[in-house]
Structure formats: C-alpha cells, structure tokens
C-alpha cells in the first residue's frame, strides 16, 4: 500500500500476508467491499 513505508513490522508483515493475509483478506474483502 504504502511505498514509502519500509520498517521492520512492515516488511515482515508483508512477507507473511503473502499467505496469511491473503486468506484472511479474501474472506475480509467479501464482507468488508
């Protein structure tokens, strides 16, 4: 989302929300959108 935004939570989250937050924000995206 945020380019600009390059700290350790940030990468880290990022790596994992490949697999987890992908699942999660399928199922999110539905309700949410």
Same mark, same amino acid.
């Given at each position: /989302?945020? *380019?600009g @935004?390059? %700290?350790p939570? &940030?990468?880290k989250a990022h790596s &994992?929300?490949?697999d987890s /937050?992908?699942?999660i924000s399928t *199922? %999110?995206?539905e *309700? @949410?959108?």
């Open positions: /989302m945020i *380019e @935004v390059k %700290t939570f &940030y990468i &994992y929300s490949s /937050m992908k699942s *199922e %999110t995206d *309700e @949410v959108w």
